[in-house]
């Protein structure tokens, strides 16, 4: 068992789980099995009640975890199915510590940081790694943050348990480029080292982020100065066109040969096929399309992370480039829809909570509607939808989610049956993968069907992760499928309707869970590779 810990110095957003990632997919095309988990020092037990501005998106697990996105990069580039031992916060740590001392667990002992958050740490590394070649782990936060200390100590010990040649330790630091001297400065990152060898870590490898090129003479400086080989000074500069250029970018620094050299892995060369492929379709693509993205997060670059990489999976597997238009759904309220969303080939409505920017939502479903443009709607896309629908098709003016209107006259979408009285707030929506049963004749039926080698006569099982608290109110399922509306999946255990389709519409399908999280370059999910389709005929 070999383990991999990765780091930041000098600055946040470095980029060090994306590095994380594309290290494990090296190191799965030279025939290893890969595993990756994200250490989080802040005292949120999980990310689910953050907002988004804080944090980007909550990226979910089959198992219901509510994890950081970073897991979502190491499910993109990984073939590994991740669960809640991937990933841990210091909120996680110090609430199951409190709770063995209130039981007596610890025996009448001082409970300290070290041994006792230290060893609690490390069992959670043991319990990821278990059945794997290799374990990358990567520790949010920059040296030098006083809550990621104990992380970092908890590093070190680990080392003294299991041998130095089972650990690799690699840094990732900035290298800024200073224009009023002309000349990128090495300072921050030597600084940053030094911060770490306090600690009683010594980096192996030292992966640099940087703007411009860096010189032999700038490795070697570095070499000196952090006491690591001038060959293990790995440059990484921005991508040309996405980020699933960073395997073969790193590839070509030797980085995969590094990590094998040191922890005396045998593991055969790889021509890297797979990724060439990808990278090939990203920037000569043979068609291209606008798709529009209609949120209230839309500033935000991770706030739809899943969403935006899962539109290019989809570009990817029809050879087409997605020009992503990020459209504020309080920008369409002023404005009409019109205004915004004409010209476009697939108009998109993700995932979201509460009522502001809900009726621009609206009339971007509406507006799709109309003017028989591909719409694909994700959790709140879905329902958004169904509430459209049922105002201008179904002849109730009045239709709402009781989530944006409490006491509406007709409620379409509603709070869940088992969600009534519940008061707290994390991990209580209903979370994780669940079955659904695909109807025939639908276009998410087709969708998955052509996705699988066999291809199914009838109804069929998928499974798919959900992160929401209202749903689809079956007291309306009868009238509105009278005038039009389609069912294309219910959830068999619960009878919970999964996917709405708009039955005259060459496609306009909603989802009540969230296919983007089950999505990957190399294999893209089936709604949004069929979605991209659709825009593509539109075109």
Not at 411 to 431: C, F, H, N, P, S
Request: net charge negative; glycine share 8%; with cysteine.
């Amino acid at each position: 068992m070999k383990y991999i810990f990765v780091t930041g110095g000098v600055v946040s957003s470095l980029g060090k789980g994306l590095t994380a990632a594309a290290l494990g997919a090296l190191l799965e095309q030279r025939g290893l099995t890969c595993r990756l988990q994200k250490f989080d020092p802040y005292l949120n037990v999980d990310p689910g009640t953050m907002n988004p501005f804080q944090h980007g998106e909550v990226y979910v697990l089959d198992d219901g975890a509510e994890t950081d996105l970073d897991l979502g990069h190491y499910e993109r580039f990984t073939s590994g199915s991740l669960s809640q031992f991937n990933n841990l916060t210091s909120g996680q740590v110090y609430e199951s510590i409190i709770q063995k001392e209130r039981n007596g667990e610890f025996l009448g002992k001082t409970v300290q940081v070290i041994p006792h958050v230290t060893d609690e740490i490390q069992k959670r590394i043991f319990e990821a790694g278990e059945g794997v070649d290799v374990l990358i782990t990567e520790i949010g936060g920059t040296v030098g943050d006083i809550e990621g200390l104990p992380f970092l100590e908890a590093m070190r010990q680990f080392t003294l348990k299991v041998g130095h040649e089972h650990v690799l330790f690699l840094h990732c630091t900035l290298i800024p480029y200073l224009k009023a001297a002309g000349e990128l400065k090495t300072k921050p990152s030597q600084q940053s080292v030094a911060k770490l060898r306090e600690i009683g870590i010594q980096p192996d490898i030292l992966v640099c982020r940087t703007e411009h090129p860096i010189s032999q003479e700038i490795r070697q400086k570095l070499s000196l100065y952090c006491n690591i080989p001038a060959k293990a000074v790995i440059e990484e500069t921005d991508v040309e066109t996405s980020i699933y250029e960073l395997p073969l970018a790193l590839a070509q620094e030797n980085l995969d040969d590094l990590v094998v050299e040191h922890l005396r892995l045998d593991a055969p060369d790889s021509d890297m096929h797979v990724w060439k492929s990808v990278v090939r379709r990203l920037k000569f693509p043979a068609h291209r399309v606008d798709i529009g993205v209609v949120g209230k997060y839309i500033e935000l670059q991770d706030a739809y992370k899943s969403v935006y990489e899962s539109l290019t999976h989809g570009g990817i597997a029809n050879d087409c480039g997605i020009n992503c238009v990020r459209i504020d759904s309080e920008a369409i309220e002023e404005d009409g829809a019109e205004a915004h969303l004409k010209g476009l080939h697939g108009i998109l409505v993700p995932g979201g909570f509460g009522s502001r920017g809900t009726e621009g939502k609206i009339a971007a479903a509406a507006y799709a509607r109309e003017k028989l443009i591909p719409y694909f709607g994700l959790c709140l896309g879905m329902q958004i939808l169904v509430i459209e629908y049922a105002r201008h098709v179904a002849g109730f003016p009045n239709a709402n989610s009781t989530e944006f209107a409490e006491n509406c006259e007709t409620a379409v979408i509603d709070l869940m049956e088992d969600q009534r009285g519940v008061t707290a707030k994390g991990a209580t929506m209903r979370l994780g993968s669940e079955p659904c049963m695909l109807q025939p004749d639908t276009h998410s039926w087709r969708a998955y069907a052509e996705a699988l080698e066999k291809k199914p006569k009838g109804e069929f099982l998928i499974h798919e992760r959900h992160r929401h608290r209202f749903e689809f109110n079956n007291e309306h399922r009868e009238i509105l499928e009278r005038c039009g509306l389609r069912v294309g999946g219910v959830n068999p255990e619960r009878n919970l309707v999964e996917i709405a389709e708009v039955f005259d519409h060459p496609w306009m399908v909603g989802v009540q869970y969230h296919p983007e999280f089950k999505s990957k370059p190399n294999e893209a999910h089936p709604l949004f590779a069929a979605f991209v389709k659709a825009a593509m005929e539109k075109r």
